[in-house]
């Protein structure tokens, strides 16, 4: 029987993502601001819940298109509002075409968002060790405080500490996962 981080329920779209997605080193701006998205959407709810909901999120989103976000206006938010198949709340909506701007003025300033976003680390994963996840971190703090100087909403340090975990800035598999590795940073 494979091993898996505790999270992991039994249910196929958690595996998959486990296995072939969390906490794998992810440079690719468009992949970089999906998660994002995805990870301000799902704040005060489960991951689960939005991986169910991605691919609707990614066809009501424009497939994740930064520059269409950023653009968006009040006849396509009152078009999100209505759609059932994504989580439907008006803050969150707003502050993903907020967000969409920042990232764009990030990548302007650092040439791609995956250069700022890597820079903190000196391009290099940091590996967690221990099963206890932590909510927050030095890192995330500055993370999200950097980004909210910005201009960004929904990401405080424990959306970051969760964004920083997905796209593998930050490696925390469990200790008896598969996916473990055994550097300390």
Known sequence: ???????VNDEEIYIQYHDHEWGIPVYDD???????????????????TILKKRQNFRKAFDSFDVEKIS?????????LMKNKGI????????ASIVNAKV????QEEYGSFSNYIWHFTQHKVLYLNGDVA??????????????KQR??????????QSYLEAIGVMN???KNCFKHHKKIS
């Open 1 to 7: 029987m494979v091993m898996r981080c505790s999270w």
């Open 30 to 48: 468009h992949k970089l601001f999906e998660l994002l998205i995805l990870e301000q959407f799902q704040a005060g709810l489960s991951w689960i």
């Open 71 to 79: 653009h968006y206006n009040d006849i396509k938010i009152e078009e």
């Open 87 to 94: 989580i439907r709340n008006r803050r969150k909506i707003k």
């Open 103 to 106: 990232f764009i003025n990030i």
């Open 134 to 147: 932590p909510t927050t971190s030095k890192l995330s703090d500055e993370v999200s405080s950097d980004l």
């Open 151 to 160: 201009g960004m909403t929904f990401v405080g340090s424990t959306i970051m």
């Open 172 to 174: 925390h598999h469990e």
